[in-house]
T-cell receptor
Framework: RKEVEQDPGPFNVPEGATVAFNCTYSNSASQSFFWYRQDCRKEPKLLMSVYSSGNEDGRFTAQLNRASQYISLLIRDSKLSDSATYLCVVNQAGTALIFGKGTTLSVSS | EAGVTQFPSHSVIEKGQTVTLRCDPISGHDNLYWYRRVMGKEIKFLLHFVKESKQDESGMPNNRFLAERTGGTYSTLKVQPAELEDSGVYFC???????????FGSGTRLTVV
């Protein structure tokens, strides 16, 4: 079983749509959770950390369910510029980041 | 503030040759990480430096890979001899103590032919 699993997609949505990505992780000792964004042939960039109480940053909302070991990312009012690969990332204290393979989003006009 | 810099951005070498990748972290970041993405796979951890010391090298695939960080500043990752399966994008990242402060470099795309 992969440590971090994501639906690879692609998710093809029109501008203005709401889209949700899910992620599950296998290690219950994981302590920190993140969503990274990676554009084609670019480096991963931190989109947002994910907190137990859930958190929002503009059009982006992240949720964490520790009991189910499940993380989600909701994007509202999708923009063309949101097209990218979204990486679910976890880690334990003092250890390296563990990446999922990513979910590809394509937003079209 | 300058970001994480990696050199070269691309490298094409023949099987059996040697390649050295370089990473300059953000100034003041004690933590330096190497990651690799092989085509079709997830980004995977290779190793972690704290200053000049190897904190964790559990992700290094085999002894053909050698990483150094002399003086605790920039780091090099040498592959000798390179094999076809070493092809991929090698990312370097640096951070202060908090892992959420990771900054990635733009990567070195290595192709072994």
């Amino acid at each position: 079983r992969k440590e971090v699993e994501q639906d690879p997609g692609p998710f093809n949505v029109p501008e203005g749509a709401t889209v949700a990505f899910n992620c599950t992780y296998s290690n219950s000792a994981s302590q920190s959770f993140f969503w990274y964004r990676q554009d084609c042939r670019k480096e991963p960039k931190l989109l947002m950390s994910v907190y137990s109480s859930g958190n929002e940053d503009g059009r982006f909302t992240a949720q964490l369910n520790r009991a189910s070991q499940y993380i989600s990312l909701l994007i509202r009012d999708s923009k063309l510029s949101d097209s990218a690969t979204y990486l679910c990332v976890v880690n334990q204290a003092g250890t390296a980041l563990i990446f999922g393979k990513g979910t590809t989003l394509s937003v079209s006009s | 503030e300058a970001g994480v810099t990696q050199f070269p951005s691309h490298s094409v070498i023949e099987k059996g040759q040697t390649v050295t990748l370089r990473c300059d972290p953000i100034s003041g970041h004690d933590n330096l990480y190497w990651y690799r993405r092989v085509m079709g796979k997830e980004i995977k951890f290779l190793l972690h430096f704290v200053k000049e010391s190897k904190q964790d090298e559990s992700g290094m695939p085999n002894n053909r890979f050698l990483a150094e960080r002399t003086g605790g500043t920039y780091s090099t990752l040498k592959v000798q001899p390179a094999e076809l399966e070493d092809s991929g994008v090698y990312f370097c990242a640096s951070s202060q103590v908090n892992p959420s402060g990771y900054t990635f470099g733009s990567g070195t795309r290595l192709t072994v032919v």
